[in-house]
């Protein structure tokens, strides 16, 4: 689903803030009353961070 490798994630801000946005969406939905839509995009926000920062090949 996401390849950590892609040249477009090789900025690390870009990476954080695929993160970042999705623990905001996570925070909204709470505030708006929805677990479950929160409960799903907090797990996609986890898998980002895992393939993005975790199972990233380093550059050889």
Request: hydrophobic share 50%; proline share 8%.
């Amino acid at each position: 689903m996401i390849d950590p490798n892609h040249p477009f994630y090789d900025e690390p801000w870009r990476r954080a803030l695929i993160v970042a946005v999705c623990f905001v969406w996570v925070g909204i939905e709470l505030y708006l009353g929805n677990p479950t839509w929160a409960g799903i995009v907090g797990f996609v926000g986890v898998f980002a961070a895992y393939k993005l920062f975790f199972d990233r090949k380093k550059p050889e």
